[in-house]
């Protein structure tokens, strides 16, 4: 069954706008911290923005100012809203959930990728 399902991926002129959104199953979203991770042709895969079950965010350094990654409990859906995109900021768009497990087991869950392509 699919737990992560992701949206919101497309076409854009560099400057522009896009949201990405990924549901999660409840289970997942309330015991795990939601993120997205990029990956362009011939790079590894990279953390773009994180939020914690209390609300932490982080944030790579490449979008700082740029991206905002927020969460709605009601939804069990976390977003990434993208501005002023840059050519380089194109690439798979993946959610992830995980945690690290100290005393829980572990768990890592990856979407199916959303393609986001900023044109020059």
């Known amino acids: 069954q699919v737990q992560l399902v992701e949206s919101g991926g497309g076409l854009v002129q560099a400057g522009g706008s896009l949201r990405l959104s990924c549901a999660a199953s409840?289970?997942?979203?309330?015991?795990?911290?939601m993120g997205w991770y990029r990956q362009a042709p011939g790079k590894q895969r990279e953390l773009v923005a994180d939020?914690?079950?209390?609300?932490?965010?982080n944030y790579a350094e490449a979008v700082k100012g740029r991206f905002t990654i927020s969460r709605d409990n009601a939804k069990n859906t976390v977003y990434l809203q993208m501005n002023s995109l840059k050519p380089e900021d194109t690439g798979v768009y993946y959610c992830?959930?995980?945690?690290?497990?100290?005393?829980?087991?572990?768990?890592?869950?990856w979407g199916q990728g959303t393609q986001v392509t900023v044109s020059s």
């Open positions: 992830n959930a995980r945690r690290l497990g100290i005393i829980r087991a572990p768990e890592n869950y």
């Open positions: 409840a289970t997942i979203f309330s015991t795990n911290t």
């Open positions: 939020i914690a079950r209390g609300g932490s965010t």
